[in-house]
């Protein structure tokens, strides 16, 4: 029995939405990078960590100062 262990996709965007991709990617990783320096300021300080409630929380008062930032 064969097994298939990953499928290939190709995409090809319009300009206008390989920019749209790139703005967001862009967006996820400096979320990305803020709450990794959130968590690691924190456990330095009481050795603790957000996890994803916590992380969920942030992001909802994170949400507007991102959606007008463009």
Do not use: H, V
Not at 7 to 20: G, V
Not at 29 to 40: F, Y
Not at 48 to 66: G, V, W
Request: glycine letters at 2%.
């Amino acid at each position: 029995m064969k097994k298939t262990l990953r499928y290939n996709y190709r995409l090809n965007p319009t300009p206008e939405q390989e920019a749209k991709l790139i703005e967001f990617s862009a967006t996820a990783r400096g979320i990305w990078n803020l709450l990794l320096s959130e968590n690691m300021r924190r456990y330095e300080y009481d050795k603790t960590f957000l996890f994803y409630k916590e992380m969920a929380s942030l992001l909802k008062e994170l949400k507007p100062c991102l959606l007008y930032t463009s």
